[in-house]
């Protein structure tokens, strides 16, 4: 892939396109910023579950006026930097006023959904297997899928292909989407995780999240992105046979090399999976 000349066209076909915030937690954000004294911890919280909150607050807290040279690699570390300052509340409020003048979109109900329990769970899986630093798995969990609602605003078919690639057994997800869209949501997800200034091996793992042979090959992409899509593909799992009581097609791929990666045999994960499950219910 030519990154230059790839990012320029991504730039040019979803100008304007942006993730909207969670409408539920937009409100609750409001409620408490119109409080005579906001609680900064609620704040923080209902900022660290919505995609869009986050990304923004990790753009700015990364930007030179906070950062001061040193790279966050968490939303728990932006809430903690920007907490920290006096405009932490008047940024949340703009942010806010930006959100609301867009309007509200329900058919992003289920990604708000799984955005969040996907980081929780994530955050628990690495507490558990202790490959990478719990904050960092839910930051990966909450972001990896966040080129999926900007290609569902761009492109009208972009449904129908997300389906098609839910479907196929023995065929990458990516080159589904690209079958049918001429793009993919890792891609996209990439290039917008560079724009809010999400740390690289985060990046990394988003634009490969769906590639399981970097699971199996040392080297390909970092060993944190490694863990990341590890734990993220073992979240989604668990989250699918929770709501389900079925899984899907995407642990199929993944489930020997994600094994592999962490050491854990097939059943050692199956036992995984139910105390994970119990930890959900």
Same mark, same amino acid.
């Given at each position: 892939?030519?990154?230059?000349?790839?990012?320029?066209?991504?730039?040019?076909?979803?100008?304007?396109?942006?993730? @909207?915030? $969670?409408?539920?937690?937009?409100?609750?954000?409001?409620?408490?910023?119109?409080?005579?004294?906001?609680?900064?911890?609620?704040?923080?919280?209902?900022?660290? /579950?919505?995609? %869009?909150?986050?990304?923004?607050?990790?753009?700015?807290?990364?930007?030179?006026?906070?950062?001061?040279?040193?790279?966050?690699?968490?939303?728990? /570390? #932006?809430?903690?930097?920007?907490?920290?300052?006096?405009?932490?509340?008047?940024?949340?409020?703009?942010?806010?006023?930006?959100?609301?003048?867009?309007?509200?979109?329900?058919?992003?109900?289920?990604?708000?959904?799984?955005?969040?329990?996907?980081?929780?769970?994530?955050?628990?899986?690495?507490?558990?297997?202790? $490959?990478?630093?719990?904050?960092?798995?839910?930051?990966?969990?909450? =972001?990896?899928?966040?080129?999926?609602?900007?290609?569902?605003?761009? =492109? @009208?078919?972009?449904?129908?292909?997300?389906?098609? #690639?839910?479907?196929?057994?023995?065929?990458? =997800?990516?080159?589904?989407?690209? /079958?049918?869209?001429?793009?993919?949501?890792?891609?996209?997800?990439?290039?917008?995780?560079?724009?809010?200034?999400?740390?690289? =091996?985060?990046?990394?793992?988003?634009?490969?999240?769906? +590639?399981?042979?970097?699971?199996?090959?040392?080297?390909?992409?970092?060993?944190? #992105?490694?863990?990341?899509?590890?734990? $993220?593909?073992?979240?989604?799992?668990?989250?699918?046979?929770?709501?389900?009581?079925?899984?899907?097609?995407?642990? %199929?791929?993944?489930?020997?090399?994600? $094994? /592999?990666?962490?050491?854990?045999?097939?059943?050692?994960? +199956?036992?995984?999976?139910? +105390?994970?499950?119990?930890?959900?219910?």
């Amino acid at each position: 892939m030519n990154a230059i000349s790839e990012e320029t066209q991504l730039h040019t076909l979803l100008q304007g396109v942006d993730i @909207p915030p $969670c409408p539920a937690i937009l409100v609750d954000l409001d409620t408490e910023l119109r409080k005579d004294e906001p609680d900064s911890r609620e704040i923080a919280r209902l900022i660290s /579950q919505d995609v %869009a909150l986050s990304g923004h607050l990790m753009q700015l807290a990364n930007s030179p006026a906070f950062a001061r040279g040193r790279r966050l690699e968490s939303v728990t /570390q #932006a809430l903690t930097v920007l907490g920290n300052q006096q405009v932490f509340t008047l940024v949340v409020a703009q942010l806010l006023k930006v959100a609301l003048a867009g309007g509200a979109d329900a058919r992003m109900d289920r990604f708000w959904e799984s955005s969040a329990q996907n980081a929780r769970l994530s955050a628990e899986l690495a507490r558990r297997l202790r $490959c990478v630093r719990p904050d960092i798995a839910y930051t990966f969990g909450l =972001f990896h899928d966040l080129g999926i609602p900007l290609i569902m605003k761009r =492109f @009208p078919k972009a449904r129908e292909a997300l389906a098609a #690639a839910n479907a196929a057994e023995d065929r990458c =997800f990516t080159e589904t989407e690209e /079958q049918h869209l001429g793009t993919n949501h890792a891609v996209v997800g990439y290039f917008l995780a560079r724009r809010w200034h999400l740390p690289d =091996f985060v990046s990394e793992g988003i634009l490969h999240h769906h +590639d399981y042979v970097v699971l199996a090959e040392p080297g390909r992409v970092s060993d944190q #992105a490694r863990a990341l899509i590890g734990i $993220c593909v073992l979240a989604e799992h668990i989250i699918r046979l929770q709501a389900n009581g079925d899984g899907e097609h995407e642990w %199929a791929k993944a489930a020997p090399a994600t $094994c /592999q990666l962490f050491g854990l045999s097939l059943g050692a994960v +199956d036992d995984l999976i139910d +105390d994970m499950r119990d930890w959900l219910a």
